[in-house]
């Protein structure tokens, strides 16, 4: 072993430090490592000087050693962390590696650093570094939520240690001065089930920050228990009016998650109002997909009748998509009919063989058995890219139903002359997908 630690000492002194890292991790990692003081002192000195002195990769790699070499690295990684003269890129590993080692006078020299760097990307690292601490840190960055400039950092590792602990000190920062801290503390108190939190989240609807009312919003969605008591419904359905398109977005997929049919006319309101912004009638359609019960379906098909004339190529995909998608299989049938009615009903639009492409690869999605004709037809389509489409929905369905349907129609004559060549096409596909 010492012969090991003589080349790892060799190749330091010529600065191979490549050369170094992999025999500190042989030495210090064997389960027959040195037992001697002495020689754990020399390693910590190699380990040190790569973490000085080394590239990105090999401070990478060497800091795995340092959780080894126990309780005597903490103090030179402190002082490395303090040395305002080093490379910043050492003193960030050397917060992170004593991140690791949860030991008080680490905790300690993290929280102290917190407190007199005014470097913030230093204060990032050491800030994550109290984090992976856990719950020993949680007293220490509390008191840092009483100074200006240690306030963010402290309430970013308190919301990445996601305890109840964590509670009461993010709560007294919910009415922060800075909307970031704003935000950050709403994001992480919005994980815990607290009776003190819903309140929170309610009166930040009303911030003048988009961030915080989008942070709100987020955390209101997850909580479809408190929608009778605190009428989230109404809360969120009067933040599709926000300001904002982006917290109009968030109140409506908001909506859509709480999954409730209370939320239909709130959603089905903002798709009429006009002019609703794309993104924004996007959000809504999605919404009423994840509700995904009848009145919601049955809405989607009011949109689809009601407002076919003005709708644009991306709305009609994201409407036949989401049909496809849609989960209850009691209401699969209902959606492949309101897609089997919109095949002839589509506008004579540039767009659409795509339109009719995304039909039917959504009636496939489906698998619903009255879908079998209507994409048998398609195979007749004169755009080469919706009869590939139809086939490779065709094969979604029964495979030996289909494959009966399409020998007996084309047993048929006469056919017109596109369909027969279609059926050719797609019996011809099944032929070579047959196992043998």
Known sequence: MSDFILQAQAAAAQENWSDVVPLLQRIVLAETAPSDQGAWLQLLDLAMQVLQKGDFQEQWEVSKVFPALGQSAIAPLIALLEDETAELESRWFAARILGGLNHPDAIRALVEQLQSS???DLNQVVAEALANLGTPTIAALTELLATDETRVFAVQALTQIRHSETITPLLSVVNDPSSAIRAIALEALSNFRD?????????ALQDSSTAVRKAAITGLSSRADLSEEWN???????ALSDVNLGVCQQAALALGKLGQDAAIPWLQKALMVAPTPLPLQLDLLRALSWIGTQKALESLQTYLTQV????STPLYQEIFTLLGRWDHSDLKPIAAQILIDALETLPNVAQAATLRSTIATALGEL???????PLIQLLADADRGVQLHAIAALKMLDPAIVSNRLEELQATSPLPERLQAGIDVALREWKTELPR
């Not at 698998?367 to 004709?373: R, S, V, W, Y």
């Open 118 to 120: 005014e470097d913030e």
């Open 232 to 238: 989230l419904v109404a809360l969120l359905g009067e």
């Open 308 to 311: 076919s004339t003005h709708l």
């Open 367 to 373: 698998k619903q058995h009255l879908a079998l004709d």
């Open 195 to 203: 009776s003190r939190i819903p309140e929170v989240l309610v009166r």
